[in-house]
């Protein structure tokens, strides 16, 4: 489990931003496939006759599914979309509660029922969350741990309850997947419980509320389990001890030596007399709590056991882990029988009626059969061997080439998930972005319509890269990861508004020519293009232009801010989104941002509905997007000076140093010569900074001027005057349609300005 930064500026950033960022993420075109690793399952089994039981999966792409199972197959019902990092561990309590705990610190809790409904996030970890676990027969308790040795025990009936008239009723309240809570402090309460020194009492400035935290763990927790009543603990992680504690009061009641590595998962039987624990030193061990001590080990895995499932009776234990192998082991008599092996480690088990449910660090889900009704039946079939008790026993019996032989070769059903992104580079034109898959497929993706243009299949991802390489300069206006299995694109402020390219470039009709689009602000509108008729529906006119989007915390630092900031005047103030920007709607991108308040959220964009404001998104968002007001930018000017060729007969006239936007083309500098030398203009053409207007580009006033009103007819002018001439850098003859940033990064190659001549090319 790798640390990374969160969508916005919370305690676990790895860098501090001063500006909320805004990332979306491209989903596959299947949105009913998970694309990244399963971390956890939970089984619902129908309460009336025929009906169908549920699946929920829990993944390291973000999201949860929960799947209708059948005779036939499984469907995929409903995908619960709100956690902004990876799905760590997932719980069902009472019939229609879903509980989940994610990487981005919260735990959610859901109408499992639902259409992905999202009825509470709880807020008080301060890192990752890893593990969760409930009362079966207890439908108020549900106890999270997770880095640093926290360990919450949340009473559901209080912290579901509505909060009193001082704050707001749908205070957090994330039905839409987004925290509408005043505050990012945590806002959900916990009944009181009585109080003891293992208590730490946490009372927040907005709520008064008494979250108890059961304090002793020095370590990150990685592993927890409950009896049914909720009458007892158990926990265990890095510091290789397993907790006991009384969830009631949250203190401690016992501590249990043995393992000599982490402890990654946890068992208890329906009494809480016994507990069963896997470790990474491979074992598996049985505490009987009465007594304080370990009754059995079990030396059944070749390495770390990270998952366990017991049978109802808790007289046979199924173990995964890191082997690949899934083991079944009779408690009492120590036997043991490997069910099968997998391609990937084992990540969680969940039994069902007579099978087993296998998630692993691949995206798809595998039940095999197990007889979990009648576990017997399985060493009748042959093939077992005795657990030893030391870890090294079945490490050497490996060793040795004696590896038991798998009961199963295939499983019984499946439900496949799509091939998780492992790879990409974004190519020179800031556009495309290329990757590579688990299955080796190898695509080229657009990331300001996100979606893939070219499938290569499977092909060398670096000779593909090198295949598409461009000479062209344009700055680095976003940033991407794939730690969700799929491109998440990072939108920074002012970095992501350096990017600008010509309307034709961009082959956008209907614009001059010249015009400068930017990339940022178009991808934005293109991003919310399905949002801005919905908030115009809901507010009508106000809805677009002149928003006020400060809130009072922040008015003075951002009323100095916008103070300084650009309006895009070459750009119209409305909705139109461009067909360069334009995202598809059959598999709508995701936003992970955050604003002034609630924390950070997720959602399809086709899932917004209008009411989200400054309080959901960064304010510099909505500035540009409503109100069509940039940033300050720096570095878009490129500036250089003018020379004729050694040896040229012509010169023309300069004051100097010249400067022009750098995406400026080389034949505009060619214009530039030509009008000097054939239309004879007169020099006080150029402006007080050296800028000439045949440079300016999509800031020349109109009516257009001088040499640049050629391009009226359609027929560029460096092509239709006489003499011809030539551009060239470092003695290098320049192409036409070079910009000067490219010519700046790959044909000058020094820090200082540049340096571009001009001559006449004879006999043409």
């Given at each position: 489990?790798?640390?990374?930064?969160?969508?916005?500026?919370?305690?676990?950033?790895?860098?501090?931003?001063?500006?909320?960022?805004?990332?979306?993420?491209?989903?596959?075109?299947?949105?009913?496939?998970?694309?990244?690793?399963?971390?956890?399952?939970?089984?619902?089994?129908?309460?009336?006759?025929?009906?169908?039981?549920?699946?929920?999966?829990?993944?390291?792409?973000?999201?949860?599914?929960?799947?209708?199972?059948?005779?036939?197959?499984?469907?995929?019902?409903?995908?619960?979309?709100?956690?902004?990092?990876?799905?760590?561990?997932?719980?069902?309590?009472?019939?229609?509660?879903?509980?989940?705990?994610?990487?981005?610190?919260?735990?959610?809790?859901?109408?499992?029922?639902?259409?992905?409904?999202?009825?509470?996030?709880?807020?008080?970890?301060?890192?990752?969350?890893?593990?969760?676990?409930?009362?079966?027969?207890?439908?108020?308790?549900?106890?999270?741990?997770?880095?640093?040795?926290?360990?919450?025990?949340?009473?559901?009936?209080?912290?579901?309850?509505?909060?009193?008239?001082?704050?707001?009723?749908?205070?957090?309240?994330?039905?839409?997947?987004?925290?509408?809570?005043?505050?990012?402090?945590?806002?959900?309460?916990?009944?009181?419980?009585?109080?003891?020194?293992?208590?730490?009492?946490?009372?927040?400035?907005?709520?008064?509320?008494?979250?108890?935290?059961?304090?002793?763990?020095?370590?990150?927790?990685?592993?927890?389990?409950?009896?049914?009543?909720?009458?007892?603990?158990?926990?265990?992680?890095?510091?290789?001890?397993?907790?006991?504690?009384?969830?009631?009061?949250?203190?401690?009641?016992?501590?249990?030596?043995?393992?000599?590595?982490?402890?990654?998962?946890?068992?208890?039987?329906?009494?809480?007399?016994?507990?069963?624990?896997?470790?990474?030193?491979?074992?598996?061990?049985?505490?009987?709590?009465?007594?304080?001590?370990?009754?059995?080990?079990?030396?059944?895995?070749?390495?770390?056991?990270?998952?366990?499932?017991?049978?109802?009776?808790?007289?046979?234990?199924?173990?995964?882990?890191?082997?690949?192998?899934?083991?079944?082991?009779?408690?009492?008599?120590?036997?043991?029988?490997?069910?099968?092996?997998?391609?990937?480690?084992?990540?969680?088990?969940?039994?069902?009626?007579?099978?087993?449910?296998?998630?692993?660090?691949?995206?798809?889900?595998?039940?095999?059969?197990?007889?979990?009704?009648?576990?017997?039946?399985?060493?009748?079939?042959?093939?077992?061997?005795?657990?030893?008790?030391?870890?090294?026993?079945?490490?050497?019996?490996?060793?040795?080439?004696?590896?038991?032989?798998?009961?199963?070769?295939?499983?019984?059903?499946?439900?496949?998930?799509?091939?998780?992104?492992?790879?990409?580079?974004?190519?020179?034109?800031?556009?495309?972005?290329?990757?590579?898959?688990?299955?080796?497929?190898?695509?080229?993706?657009?990331?300001?319509?996100?979606?893939?243009?070219?499938?290569?299949?499977?092909?060398?991802?670096?000779?593909?890269?090198?295949?598409?390489?461009?000479?062209?300069?344009?700055?680095a206006w976003f940033s991407v990861d794939t730690r969700l299995g799929n491109l998440a694109v990072h939108l920074d402020t002012p970095q992501c508004f350096s990017a600008e390219m010509y309307s034709a470039d961009l082959n956008i009709s209907g614009k001059p020519?010249?015009?400068?689009?930017?990339?940022?602000?178009?991808?934005?509108?293109?991003?919310?293009?399905?949002?801005?008729?919905?908030?115009?529906?809901?507010?009508?006119?106000?809805?677009?232009?002149?928003?006020?989007?400060?809130?009072?915390?922040?008015?003075?630092?951002?009323?100095?801010?916008?103070?300084?900031?650009?309006?895009?005047?070459?750009?119209?103030?409305?909705?139109?989104?461009?067909?360069?920007?334009?995202?598809?709607?059959?598999?709508?991108?995701?936003?992970?941002?955050?604003?002034?308040?609630?924390?950070?959220?997720?959602?399809?964009?086709?899932?917004?509905?209008?009411?989200?404001?400054?309080?959901?998104?960064?304010?510099?968002?909505?500035?540009?997007?409503?109100?069509?007001?940039?940033?300050?930018?720096?570095?878009?000017?490129?500036?250089?000076?003018?020379?004729?060729?050694?040896?040229?007969?012509?010169?023309?006239?300069?004051?100097?140093?010249?400067?022009?936007?750098?995406?400026?083309?080389?034949?505009?500098?060619?214009?530039?010569?030509?009008?000097?030398?054939?239309?004879?203009?007169?020099?006080?053409?150029?402006?007080?900074?050296?800028?000439?207007?045949?440079?300016?580009?999509?800031?020349?006033?109109?009516?257009?001027?001088?040499?640049?009103?050629?391009?009226?007819?359609?027929?560029?002018?460096?092509?239709?005057?006489?003499?011809?001439?030539?551009?060239?850098?470092?003695?290098?003859?320049?192409?036409?349609?070079?910009?000067?940033?490219?010519?700046?990064?790959?044909?000058?190659?020094?820090?200082?300005?540049?340096?571009?001549?001009?001559?006449?090319?004879?006999?043409?």
């Open positions: 489990m790798h640390r990374v930064a969160s969508a916005g500026n919370t305690s676990g950033s790895v860098r501090p931003r001063k500006e909320k960022r805004l990332t979306y993420v491209l989903n596959d075109a299947d949105g009913t496939k998970h694309c990244a690793g399963i971390n956890c399952l939970a089984v619902l089994k129908s309460t009336v006759a025929d009906g169908f039981d549920h699946l929920f999966t829990g993944s390291r792409d973000g999201t949860l599914k929960r799947w209708e199972l059948t005779e036939d197959g499984s469907t995929c019902s409903t995908t619960f979309e709100s956690h902004v990092d990876w799905v760590n561990d997932a719980v069902l309590v009472g019939g229609n509660t879903l509980v989940s705990c994610s990487s981005d610190t919260t735990v959610k809790v859901w109408n499992c029922l639902s259409e992905g409904t999202c009825t509470r996030t709880l807020r008080q970890h301060t890192d990752y969350v890893t593990c969760l676990a409930a009362a079966d027969k207890n439908r108020n308790i549900v106890a999270s741990g997770g880095l640093g040795g926290e360990v919450f025990i949340w009473d559901l009936e209080t912290a579901l309850a509505p909060q009193s008239k001082s704050s707001d009723p749908t205070e957090d309240d994330c039905s839409n997947g987004v925290n509408g809570s005043g505050s990012s402090l945590p806002v959900t309460s916990l009944r009181p419980i009585n109080s003891s020194n293992n208590i730490s009492l946490h009372t927040t400035q907005s709520q008064g509320y008494v979250p108890m935290a059961a304090k002793g763990h020095k370590e990150s927790v990685y592993a927890l389990a409950m009896n049914e009543s909720g009458t007892l603990l158990v926990s265990g992680g890095t510091e290789k001890v397993v907790r006991v504690w009384d969830p009631r009061t949250g203190s401690k009641t016992m501590k249990l030596r043995g393992h000599t590595d982490n402890i990654r998962a946890l068992l208890l039987d329906s009494s809480g007399r016994f507990c069963l624990s896997g470790s990474s030193d491979s074992m598996i061990r049985l505490w009987d709590l009465g007594q304080q001590r370990c009754m059995h080990s079990y030396a059944v895995h070749t390495d770390s056991v990270w998952a366990l499932a017991s049978t109802s009776t808790f007289s046979h234990v199924y173990s995964g882990g890191r082997d690949l192998s899934l083991y079944l082991t009779d408690l009492a008599t120590r036997e043991s029988v490997l069910l099968c092996t997998k391609e990937h480690p084992i990540l969680q088990l969940a039994l069902h009626d007579d099978g087993i449910w296998v998630a692993a660090t691949d995206s798809s889900v595998h039940r095999w059969p197990a007889e979990g009704r009648n576990p017997q039946k399985v060493f009748q079939r042959g093939g077992s061997f005795l657990a030893g008790n030391l870890s090294f026993s079945r490490a050497r019996v490996s060793l040795e080439g004696s590896t038991p032989v798998p009961v199963y070769k295939e499983p019984s059903f499946s439900i496949p998930g799509t091939a998780g992104i492992v790879q990409h580079e974004i190519l020179n034109n800031r556009r495309h972005v290329l990757t590579k898959d688990t299955a080796g497929m190898v695509k080229l993706w657009e990331i300001t319509r996100g979606v893939v243009i070219e499938n290569y299949g499977q092909v060398s991802f670096e000779k593909k890269k090198e295949e598409l390489f461009e000479m062209v300069s344009i700055p020519e010249d015009d400068k689009v930017n990339l940022a602000r178009e991808t934005l509108k293109g991003l919310l293009g399905d949002w801005f008729p919905k908030r115009r529906q809901r507010f009508g006119s106000q809805a677009s232009g002149n928003m006020e989007v400060q809130s009072g915390k922040d008015i003075s630092s951002r009323s100095i801010a916008l103070s300084r900031v650009e309006v895009d005047g070459n750009s119209e103030n409305d909705s139109m989104v461009y067909p360069p920007f334009e995202f598809s709607l059959a598999a709508p991108p995701s936003i992970i941002t955050e604003g002034s308040q609630g924390g950070p959220w997720r959602k399809k964009i086709t899932d917004l509905d209008g009411t989200e404001d400054e309080k959901d998104f960064p304010w510099w968002v909505l500035d540009c997007v409503l109100n069509n007001r940039l940033p300050p930018r720096e570095n878009t000017k490129c500036s250089f000076y003018l020379h004729p060729c050694e040896g040229s007969t012509i010169q023309i006239l300069t004051q100097g140093k010249l400067s022009a936007p750098r995406i400026l083309r080389i034949h505009k500098v060619v214009n530039y010569v030509v009008e000097k030398m054939v239309l004879d203009k007169p020099l006080d053409n150029l402006n007080s900074d050296g800028m000439f207007p045949g440079l300016a580009g999509g800031q020349l006033p109109h009516p257009v001027t001088g040499a640049d009103g050629s391009l009226k007819s359609g027929v560029k002018p460096w092509q239709k005057l006489k003499p011809s001439i030539e551009i060239l850098c470092n003695n290098q003859v320049l192409s036409p349609d070079m910009s000067l940033a490219t010519v700046r990064t790959y044909i000058w190659k020094k820090p200082e300005d540049l340096v571009l001549n001009y001559r006449v090319v004879q006999g043409r």
